[in-house]
């Protein structure tokens, strides 16, 4: 079965410092893993899309993840966190031989302070 | 591209009408997903088409929901008779297959439903 957990409902974080949103997986199988962003009463975004090519992946707005097989987490980091980032991170899960279905996270809502 | 398009963006209504929800995918796109996101329950996918034809309904919730897409650039879902659970903003997306490398999902900006 796929599963997602996003280890932290809030974090809040300082203009400037580095942002970390964290994410474990679990597939029987080879996974496409996705970053997507939510801003308020705004539709979801695609920030990054790992498909087994380079582990660390890199999406918009300076952001970036990184694919670890051994501790099947898919961490979404940025070096500086910038106001405009404050909103609603979902990762994504959808194993390849295990159905079509993509399974979502909970969500990390993410403040930044200024 | 426009992207995916939605509407109404907004609807309020009492309980026991008929609500309908529109949705235009991206053009090219053979996939069409339906999602419902709520407080309590996050984003929950409800249905799905691959070239208008619906391929898994196994979470729409009740027989009071059903979703058409009669072509590739139109689909509607219609809740009859809606109750004030139903209240959710509810997303359509599109991708333009379902390999490793077209599986990306395309949101529209969702549509907030209210049922009072």
């Known amino acids: 079965a796929q599963s997602v957990t996003q280890l932290d409902s809030h974090v809040s974080v300082s203009e400037g410092t580095p942002v970390l949103l964290r994410c474990n997986y679990s597939?029987?199988?080879?996974?496409?893993l996705f970053w997507y962003v939510q801003h308020p009463n705004k539709g979801l975004q695609l920030l990054l899309k790992?498909?087994?090519?380079?582990?660390l992946v890199k999406g918009i707005n300076g952001f970036e993840a990184e694919f670890k097989k051994s501790e099947t987490s898919f961490h979404l980091t940025k070096p500086s966190a910038h106001m405009s980032d404050a909103a609603e991170y979902f990762c994504?899960?959808?194993?390849?031989?295990?159905?079509?279905?993509?399974?979502f996270g909970p969500g990390t809502r993410l403040s930044v302070l200024p | 591209d426009a992207g995916v398009i939605q509407s109404p963006r907004h609807e309020v209504t009492e309980m026991g009408q008929e609500v309908t929800l529109r949705c235009k995918p991206i053009?090219?796109?053979?996939?069409l997903f339906w999602y419902r996101q709520t407080m309590m329950r996050g984003l929950e996918l409800l249905i799905y088409?691959?070239?208008?034809?619906?391929?898994?309904d196994s979470g729409m919730p009740e027989d009071r929901f059903s979703a058409k897409m009669p072509n590739a650039s139109f689909s509607t879902l219609k809740i009859q008779p809606s109750e004030p659970r139903d209240s959710a903003v509810y997303f359509c997306?599109?991708?333009?297959?379902?390999?490793?490398?077209?599986?990306?999902?395309?949101f529209g900006p969702g549509t907030r439903l209210t049922v009072l």
């Open positions: 997306a599109s991708s333009p297959g379902f390999g490793a490398s077209t599986d990306t999902q395309y």
């Open positions: 597939s029987s199988y080879s996974p496409s």
């Open positions: 790992y498909t087994s090519a380079a582990t």
């Open positions: 994504v899960v959808r194993s390849h031989n295990y159905g079509q279905n993509f399974v």
């Open positions: 053009s090219g796109h053979d996939y």
């Open positions: 088409f691959n070239n208008n034809v619906p391929i898994d």
